[in-house]
Nanobody, 126 residues
Framework: VQLQAFGGGLVQAGGSLRLSCAASGRTFSRYDMGWFRQAPGKEREFVARIRWSGSSTYYADSAKGRFTISRDNAKNTAYLQMNSLEPEDTALYYC????????????????????WGQGTQVTVSS
């Protein structure tokens, strides 16, 4: 499956962005989808994950209450709605496809994902 992430940009603190991840190729609905981010000089970190069916989601503590992951299997697209953005959220955001997994922890490990998008930059100014 090929993934393309877009929707990033420059936003002031407290603002919102919605990232999209468009998939093509193999059946999108077969895979769990995750969002990760990587800031300069830091390791890639887990942000959110959604099961292939959309039936369950899981968030990093930093994203809980502010970010919402969703998907539309009919459109082969996953989303990350980000509200109340903070300068600490500045990073390159990646979407990824893998699994599916029943173990929640597996979906937080970037090494378990098979397919990655190219990343979209999110910059939050203070």
């Amino acid at each position: 499956v090929q993934l393309q992430a877009f929707g990033g940009g420059l936003v002031q603190a407290g603002g919102s962005l919605r990232l999209s991840c468009a998939a093509s190729g193999r059946t999108f609905s077969r895979y769990d989808m995750g969002w990760f981010r990587q800031a300069p000089g830091k390791e890639r970190e887990f942000v959110a994950r959604i099961r292939w069916s959309g039936s369950s989601t899981y968030y990093a503590d930093s994203a809980k209450g502010r970010f919402t992951i969703s998907r539309d299997n009919a459109k082969n697209t996953a989303y990350l709605q980000m509200n109340s953005l903070e300068p600490e959220d500045t990073a390159l955001y990646y979407c990824a496809a893998g699994g599916p997994w029943t173990t929640v922890a597996f979906g937080t490990d970037p090494g378990r994902y098979d397919y990655w998008g190219q990343g979209t930059q999110v910059t939050v100014s203070s």
